[in-house]
């Protein structure tokens, strides 16, 4: 069924988008009987597991998507998913760039019970989830911010020498970082007892730059690894490099925004 064209001029110039019959089928026989079309829904952001954050984890291009943020009190939540699992099949589908984890959820009944085969931390491990009902677009888009406050990112603290341990840090990441004291969480606007290290400064040439990271930032863990010092920060980075890892995985905390998971390459 022809969804839309792309047509930069107003005429068509041959591109065009169309729904799949076998998808749509099913839609236009409940529409006929005047059902409601109801989608199912996990709550979970997810992204695709790219080049990057496969090396950083240390598994197979193309396969699964990986959890960025769960919804508190949503059905993934309540089936135990957490923010950097990667989830590799539902129900008994692989999960695939053809074959998204959103596509397969979205076509499942409410109410099912589905197995979500998943890696969690190296280990696999399978969690059951029953399929909840998708909100109405109002209602995601009043909570797909999962508890943004909305301010801006003046960090604003006053920076001690940005020289830490080693120097690994720098060298291998492309930015310097310090620990994140009570009194620099607090100007960052970060939640009571937060612990990570705080970056000072970003090479704007290197992986880190490129990908957003900026002064200010919280780092809270590495390869899954809390961490609360560069010491820390550079013994996973040794350690990626001794297994041969390409990259490091980040869960970096803004203010305003969730922690999200950023795989940085290593120089």
Do not use: M
């Not at 020289?163 to 930015?175: D, P, S």
């Amino acid at each position: 069924i022809n969804n839309a064209i792309f047509s930069p001029t107003g005429g068509s110039v041959g591109i065009g988008f169309a729904i799949p019959a076998e998808t749509a089928a099913p839609i236009v026989e409940r529409l006929k009987n005047g059902q409601a079309i109801e989608r199912g829904y996990l709550g979970v952001r997810i992204q695709q597991v790219n080049e990057d954050l496969a090396d950083s984890l240390g598994i197979p291009h193309n396969r699964g998507e990986f959890v960025q943020a769960v919804e508190p009190g949503g059905a993934g939540a309540r089936a135990g998913l957490q923010p950097g699992d990667v989830v590799l099949r539902v129900d008994g589908k692989d999960v695939t760039p053809d074959q998204t984890l959103s596509f397969i959820v979205a076509n499942t009944p409410p109410g099912k019970r589905i197995p979500i085969e998943l890696i969690r931390n190296g280990q696999r491990l399978t969690v059951n989830a029953v399929v909840a009902k998708r909100p109405t677009e109002e209602e995601l888009a009043q909570a797909q911010s999962f508890g943004q406050d909305g301010q801006d990112n003046d960090s604003g603290y006053n920076q001690p020498p940005s020289k830490q341990g080693e120097g690994l840090v720098e060298k291998g990441l492309g930015f310097s970082a310090i620990p994140l004291t009570p009194a620099i969480a607090n100007q960052l606007g970060a939640a009571p007892g937060t612990q990570g290290v705080v970056v000072t400064a970003v090479d704007a040439s290197s992986d880190a730059g490129q990908k957003g990271l900026q002064r200010g930032d919280i780092i809270l863990s590495a390869n899954y690894q809390p961490v609360t010092s560069p010491a820390q920060l550079e013994a996973v980075v040794r350690a990626a490099k001794a297994q041969n890892r390409p990259a490091v995985l980040l869960r970096v905390q803004r203010r305003g925004q969730p922690a999200t998971y950023v795989p940085i390459r290593l120089r």
